[in-house]
């Protein structure tokens, strides 16, 4: 792959298409890191779909790093905790911890 191409309309994802292919898949969330390297390091974070879409592809790309890229699984985990860590010193417990907003029990 050398190209990937992502159409928006009204700031809403449309479709991905890979390497100049005439007909995308339909998409309705992306979510792109980047590392660039340079001193001081820097990134870019762009991130098109609902809290809920995108939590969804996050779980989904642990998931799939667990059979795939073990060391790669732990290190999101780690990840995981220190936001967790983090968000529970900055803002305290959500109301009726364990259940956040939009998690069902």
């Known amino acids: 792959m050398k190209e990937i191409t992502i159409h928006l309309s009204n700031y809403h994802v449309e479709d991905i298409h890979f390497d100049g292919e005439k007909e995308g898949t339909a998409i309705n969330a992306f979510l792109l890191l980047t590392s660039v390297p340079v001193n001081p390091p820097c990134s870019h974070h762009l991130v098109y779909g609902s809290s809920d879409t995108v939590g969804r ?19 999101i985990e780690e990840v995981a905790k220190a936001i967790i860590e983090e968000a529970e010193r900055l803002r305290g417990q959500w109301p009726g911890e364990g259940t956040g907003p939009g998690v069902s029990q």
């Open 57 to 75: 592809l996050l779980l989904s790309f642990w998931r799939n790093s667990c059979r795939e890229n073990p060391e790669g699984a732990w290190m």
